[in-house]
């Protein structure tokens, strides 16, 4: 085994922080490929990086996001938050009260942990369900909670959606829609309409989810329960703050929905040229992924490796020789060991496919030559 | 009376942004003057903010703020968070449960509202007292708090600090510090010991008070509850993004206790100054301040405005005029009316304080002649 405690998987990030450090000084930025789909984005201009600062910064960013924010998202006024989960707690904080019954409708179950989590810490009783016919909303209702689109990016059926809100409506019952990457992924890829737009009176996306913006939320919708939740908002420290403030606005300014639907057909572009030596590939909603057991099927001779140090080596493999960020490489101690290739960020836009696969194979077969010697194994990994 | 409630104070917050807003683009922000003494900073380099991009900045950044944060606080680990209200809110949901006590400890009534709040929140039984004497641990105490330095600037009282936590320890029971401004006040200004060292096992501390960071949250402490508490932290997105950690870590780094010193002699030479015109002006520890009621005592005429009112229309005139941005004008609602002009950050340091005593006092004359027409003073108002 050559990663065999956190102690190890510490010391393989600083390793590949160290490879990564060294092309940016030696080679520069655009030798390195993020494709771990984890990245978000950062875009500033000089002249608004001055302006960052507490009160300043905010009246002229926010201003700004004001507008920007409501046509991406629709409804009468937005909030940016720290995260889409500072954004549903805080929503949860202001409209649900203790005892009160919260329902979820879903795609698919489970549900991101941060609704019932937040509901549990008000003291009302959350219930889901992934199955329309037996969704209903009970007496003494305070919130409805649908969800866009999930973690795996299934998406939720139009006429469901519209229906749920009715149902929710009918009884004066708010919804809430945690449309993390939906707002993007329903509109632009399944032609759906905006959650606000539909109806919802809280809609809630992520800005680093397929758009160049930050790591954090952005909500939408009716302004008097906006500004209610605003006040939840500032009393916990849930707000986005103005560097984000700035990334949020240039990430929208910067999402190209041609990009998005690109990205989608590129996967698919991507998995046929890669099952042309593989067979292990997994389509992800935004790219392909081989999990360490899959890496491992594609080896047809015996070795002493774990399935995880295969991803490992694998992963430093793609960095040193072709600066390709996977997260088996860069990730936290206990982050999963399976290798994404994720086309849905900047990195991957002006990416050759072609190119990129030859570099995949030609990585594979350079693990397969280090495979028998352990120690060589070892040297790439720390 | 011109601003009654919640909603008259977001509608005047709104105002005063779109004023600056207008200065930075009309004249530039060169002719703005963040006294608020909260003007946090964002200090980054280009090749920092290239990093910012990449799944690895994160890594690196925080690394980093390991290092240089444990240097400024002390404890064993550090934990970047949106806010410190976030922080503290992290902290009592990790460690206080339903119906257990919190007591705290502080120079000068009133607390922070974050703590009671997040106390309510869980359920628990708050109490608090800034009589030393009156401080006592009830049985079933889940966590003692103590305030560093207050809202006002006030210092505790190194003594009873290490006593309250003696008291604390003797019951195994752990030690919140909320040591906003006080990890850089009590410590250069008063050669106070760091909380930690003190023996806190969490303190808290505001990354835009007294120093050029981000308005931000840095905890430090000991290893096993920062571990603890940053599970809660994770789950309900109240942890620093990465462009806040990067502005931290340089705002620490840009920290010079001479700065915070210089400031503090500046204060009295301001004060002085002020003092030949005014009679209520007081001293804070880095500038000087007049409280609404103080403000009103230097009115010698009757008229209809309310203490608060007057100090809000003082303050939209200081950044009409002048472009000086004080709190009453920009501050959240709830904040304090209280005009600070704080020579502790950026743009206080080149300051000509005889011109800024002659532009205080000319905004103070031109108060006194819109004072009897409450129209004139709404408008200047909203």
Redesign the interface.
């Known amino acids: 085994m050559i990663v065999n405690n956190s102690l190890d998987e510490v010391k393989k ?1 600083e390793n ?2 160290s490879i ?2 060294n092309i ?1 000084e030696t080679k520069g ?1 655009e030798h ?1 490929f ?1 494709l ?1 789909g ?7 201009s000089p002249s608004e ?12 960013f ?2 700004a996001l004001q507008e920007v924010g409501l046509e991406h998202m629709g409804g009468e006024k937005v909030l940016p ?7 549903i ?1 805080a929503t949860i ?1 202001a409209l649900v009260k203790k005892d009160t019954n919260v329902v979820h409708y879903l795609a698919e179950l489970p549900a991101h ?2 609704i019932p ?2 509901c549990r ?2 003291g009302a009783n959350y219930s889901e369900t992934d199955i329309f016919e037996e969704f209903s909303i009970p007496e003494n209702t305070s919130l409805v909670v649908i969800t866009g689109s999930t973690m795996d990016h299934k998406v939720i059926d139009e006429d469901e959606f519209k229906q749920v809100i009715e149902m929710a409506h009918e009884k004066d019952i708010p919804v809430m829609v945690d449309d993390a990457s939906g707002a993007r992924l329903r509109t632009v890829v399944f032609n759906q309409a905006k959650a606000c737009d539909l109806g919802a009176d809280i809609a809630i996306t992520s800005t680093d989810k397929l758009m160049p913006g ?4 952005l909500m939408a919708g009716r302004r008097d329960l906006i ?1 209610e939740i605003k ?1 939840k908002v ?6 986005a ?4 403030v700035l ?1 949020m606005l240039n990430g929208i300014k910067n999402f190209k929905e041609d990009n998005l639907k690109k990205s989608l057909q590129r996967k698919d572009e991507l998995f046929d040229l890669l099952n042309s030596y593989f067979t292990n590939f997994k389509k992800t909603p935004t790219g392909v992924m081989i999990s360490p057991e899959d890496l491992a099927k594609e080896i047809d001779f015996p070795h002493k490796l774990s399935d995880d140090d295969l991803a490992f080596v694998f992963s430093f493999i793609l960095l040193k020789d072709y600066g390709i ?1 996977t ?1 088996p490489a ?1 990730g ?1 101690p206990g982050a999963s060991a399976t290798l994404r290739f994720d086309l849905s960020t ?1 990195d991957a836009f002006n990416l050759d496919l072609n190119d990129l696969t030859k570099k995949i194979e030609s990585s594979f077969e350079r693990l397969l030559e280090v495979i028998p010697n352990e120690e060589k194994c070892r040297e790439i990994v720390f």
């Open positions: 990030r590949a922080l990564i450090k940016v930025r390195l993020d771990t984890l990245s978000g984005g950062f875009i500033a990086l001055n302006l960052l600062e507490t009160y300043v910064g905010p009246a002229i926010e201003d938050l720290n995260r889409t989960s500072s954004g707690l904080l942990p941060s989590r937040s810490l008000v930050p790591r954090g939320g500004d006040i500032n009393q916990f420290g849930l707000e703050q103005p560097p984000l990334a960020i997260i860069v936290m900047s």
